[in-house]
């Protein structure tokens, strides 16, 4: 299992992802055009308010795209002086203004308070994880920065599995006979929580098995000591 998670072609579809839902959630705002929203944000800012979704939408742009390099072993080996410098763009001009100027844009989600606690959570535990990639690569702690690298993406990337099971959860009540209204109410309800929650049972998932073997470390210190 372990050396199927560290194939190449895992991490290049999750690039894929990253650089499609980018453009798809980047495009239509680029144009700072209100008529260009997703349905979902019309008429939910007084003029001027929006300002945050752009900075939202603009900083989980950078977020998605620099993230998903940071996991590209040829860099880190090759360029760290390039994996450090788009990590600090991913922590600095990502993570920290997207879950800061989201966190402000859940609070009007028309997913209500359900919506609003789980995207709520979202952000604050996206800023703690990117809290703590930063703490420990400053402390030279180069697992435990991976592990929360990996926990803090695995946030970053509910943009994508939030556009994955939104539409998903649409059809499946749709199918069975729920107005279209109604299903699509009923998922927004939903999304706010299964975007990211299943991601980061993954992510634990993946620190646990990309973990070093402790027992052999256990092993090779003790025999070390008795010599």
């Given at each position: 299992?372990?050396?199927?998670?560290?194939?190449?072609?895992?991490w290049?579809?999750?690039?894929?992802?990253?650089?499609?839902?980018?453009i798809?959630?980047?495009?239509?705002?680029?144009t700072?055009?209100?008529?260009?929203?997703?349905?979902?944000?019309?008429?939910?800012?007084e003029?001027?308010?929006?300002?945050?979704?752009?900075?939202?939408?603009?900083?989980g742009g950078?977020?998605?795209f620099?993230?998903?390099?940071?996991?590209?072993?040829?860099?880190?080996?090759?360029?760290?002086?390039?994996?450090?410098?788009t990590?600090?763009?991913?922590?600095?001009?990502g993570?920290?203004?997207?879950?800061?100027?989201?966190f402000?844009?859940?609070?009007?989600?028309?997913a209500?308070?359900?919506?609003?606690?789980?995207?709520?959570l979202?952000?604050?535990?996206?800023?703690?994880?990117?809290?703590?990639?930063?703490?420990?690569?400053?402390?030279?702690d180069?697992q435990?920065?991976?592990?929360?690298?990996?926990?803090n993406?695995?946030?970053?990337?509910?943009?994508?599995?939030?556009?994955?099971?939104?539409p998903?959860?649409?059809?499946?009540q749709?199918?069975?006979g729920?107005?279209?209204?109604?299903a699509?109410a009923?998922?927004y309800?939903?999304?706010p929580?299964?975007?990211?929650?299943?991601?980061?049972?993954?992510?634990e998932g993946?620190?646990?098995?990309l973990?070093?073997?402790k027992t052999?470390?256990?092993?090779?210190n003790?025999?070390?000591s008795?010599?």
């Amino acid at each position: 299992m372990k050396a199927l998670i560290q194939k190449r072609w895992v991490w290049l579809l999750m690039v894929f992802f990253a650089i499609v839902i980018t453009i798809m959630a980047v495009v239509p705002y680029a144009t700072l055009n209100r008529e260009n929203f997703a349905p979902v944000f019309d008429g939910r800012f007084e003029l001027g308010g929006e300002i945050w979704l752009y900075i939202h939408v603009f900083t989980g742009g950078i977020v998605l795209f620099t993230g998903a390099f940071q996991f590209w072993k040829w860099l880190r080996t090759k360029h760290p002086r390039i994996h450090c410098l788009t990590g600090r763009i991913y922590l600095f001009l990502g993570i920290f203004p997207s879950a800061i100027s989201g966190f402000i844009v859940a609070q009007g989600t028309v997913a209500g308070l359900t919506g609003q606690f789980g995207f709520s959570l979202l952000s604050i535990m996206w800023i703690i994880t990117g809290v703590m990639a930063l703490r420990t690569i400053l402390q030279r702690d180069i697992q435990h920065h991976r592990e929360w690298m990996i926990r803090n993406y695995a946030l970053t990337f509910a943009a994508v599995t939030l556009r994955l099971w939104l539409p998903l959860l649409i059809m499946i009540q749709a199918s069975s006979g729920i107005e279209i209204d109604i299903a699509i109410a009923s998922a927004y309800q939903t999304v706010p929580w299964l975007a990211w929650v299943p991601n980061i049972i993954v992510a634990e998932g993946l620190i646990h098995m990309l973990q070093p073997n402790k027992t052999k470390s256990l092993i090779t210190n003790q025999q070390l000591s008795t010599q």
